[in-house]
């Protein structure tokens, strides 16, 4: 496995721009025989995704990261032109964090002129992000695909954060036989809870409280579950509640799903999720927390 001692200073990763030298170093590397790990990102780095670079690292031999603000995948009235963009503090973090490859590449060498192949999704990316985001996951789907093209790793390390996509990503490698391991990793809150996210820095002070409502109504709903609560709606009853009595009024959903499915259910029999989706001012937050009765008994 790569990587220098604690006392040795982080070695900057090569930057690459186009999938051509990226592929190459990735093949180079798996004809020497090393595994190779990719952690796809769209910047704005925070601890969530050195977690991410950090599994990757303790399993592979070779890690690289992907920096792309992917525009398919934001939606008209969505916040592509002001997504932060932040190379120059990301490629610092990930030198730090030991990466070796930076792969961040322009728009058009991913999306080149003429190109209109999307791939096309039904079952999981279906309810939830897929009704309040239409479009969406056709455009993580798509970026996802061709960055495994670009950097055709051994894994590919996704966080738990965002369930629902580690659940297409998931789907979209088993239906086209694509030869990677998913790996999804915790979330990574701050020390009061809020699930990290590039769009935090979004918030102001009042907003950054309210927000932490969301990861209070998951814990509401973990304690239920607990102390026996079965009833998918009177859990979801209860996250509604906690949301709103802290001043968060644009929920989009607070649900309690089938943990592989996410169809919707009644009870809890085995293994279900709870998820959020809520504006907090104009921004935006999902969140969401395992409910594993097996645990829980
Ligand atoms: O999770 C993200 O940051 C993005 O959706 C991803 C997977 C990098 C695709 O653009």
Same mark, same amino acid.
């Given at each position: 496995? &790569?990587?220098?001692?604690?006392?040795? /200073?982080?070695?900057?990763?090569?930057?690459?721009?186009?999938?051509?030298?990226?592929? %190459?170093?990735?093949?180079?590397?798996?004809?020497? %025989?090393?595994?190779?790990?990719?952690?796809p990102?769209m910047?704005?780095? +925070?601890?969530? +995704?050195? #977690?991410?670079?950090?599994?990757?690292?303790? @399993?592979?031999?070779? &890690?690289?990261? &992907?920096?792309f603000v992917n525009p398919t995948q934001f939606? /008209?009235?969505?916040?592509f032109?002001?997504y932060?963009? &932040?190379?120059?503090?990301?490629?610092?973090?990930?030198?730090?964090?030991?990466?070796?490859?930076?792969?961040?590449?322009?728009v058009?060498?991913i999306y /080149?002129?003429?190109?209109?192949?999307?791939?096309?999704?039904?079952?999981?990316?279906?309810?939830?992000?897929?009704?309040?985001?239409?479009? +969406?996951?056709?455009g993580v789907?798509t970026v996802v !695909?061709k960055l495994?093209?670009?950097?055709? @790793?051994?894994?590919?390390?996704?966080?738990?954060?965002?369930? *629902?996509?580690?659940?297409?990503?998931?789907?979209?490698?088993?239906? !086209?036989?694509?030869?990677?391991? =998913?790996?999804?990793?915790?979330?990574?809150?701050? #020390?009061?809870?809020?699930?990290?996210?590039?769009?935090?820095?979004?918030?102001? $002070?009042?907003?950054?409280?309210?927000?932490?409502?969301?990861?209070?109504?998951?814990?509401? $709903? *973990?304690? !239920?579950?607990? %102390?026996?609560?079965?009833?998918?709606?009177? =859990?979801?009853?209860?996250?509604?509640?906690?949301?709103?009595?802290?001043?968060?009024?644009?929920?989009?959903?607070?649900?309690?799903?089938? $943990?592989?499915?996410?169809?919707?259910?009644?009870? =809890?029999?085995?293994?279900?999720?709870?998820?959020?989706?809520?504006?907090? %001012?104009?921004?935006?937050? =999902?969140?969401?927390?395992?409910?594993?009765?097996?645990?829980?008994?």
């Amino acid at each position: 496995m &790569t990587g220098s001692p604690a006392d040795e /200073p982080a070695r900057s990763p090569e930057v690459i721009a186009t999938v051509r030298a990226m592929r %190459g170093r990735v093949q180079a590397a798996q004809r020497a %025989g090393r595994r190779v790990g990719v952690v796809p990102t769209m910047g704005a780095l +925070h601890d969530g +995704h050195l #977690s991410l670079v950090a599994a990757s690292r303790a @399993a592979c031999d070779v &890690t690289a990261a &992907t920096v792309f603000v992917n525009p398919t995948q934001f939606g /008209p009235k969505e916040d592509f032109s002001r997504y932060p963009r &932040t190379m120059e503090a990301d490629l610092a973090k990930l030198a730090a964090a030991g990466v070796d490859y930076v792969f961040a590449p322009e728009v058009a060498e991913i999306y /080149p002129d003429g190109a209109t192949t999307m791939v096309e999704l039904g079952g999981v990316a279906e309810p939830l992000e897929g009704q309040f985001r239409p479009g +969406h996951f056709r455009g993580v789907a798509t970026v996802v !695909l061709k960055l495994f093209q670009a950097v055709p @790793a051994d894994a590919a390390y996704f966080g738990q954060k965002d369930y *629902q996509q580690s659940l297409v990503v998931r789907h979209m490698v088993a239906d !086209l036989l694509l030869p990677i391991e =998913i790996v999804v990793c915790p979330i990574v809150r701050e #020390s009061d809870g809020l699930a990290m996210s590039s769009r935090n820095i979004y918030l102001s $002070a009042d907003e950054r409280q309210r927000a932490l409502s969301i990861c209070r109504a998951l814990e509401a $709903a *973990q304690v !239920l579950v607990a %102390g026996g609560e079965r009833n998918a709606e009177r =859990i979801a009853a209860q996250m509604q509640t906690t949301l709103r009595d802290s001043g968060v009024e644009s929920i989009d959903y607070a649900a309690v799903v089938d $943990a592989d499915t996410l169809a919707p259910i009644q009870r =809890i029999e085995s293994c279900a999720v709870a998820l959020v989706a809520a504006r907090v %001012g104009a921004t935006r937050l =999902i969140d969401n927390a395992i409910l594993d009765i097996r645990s829980a008994r």
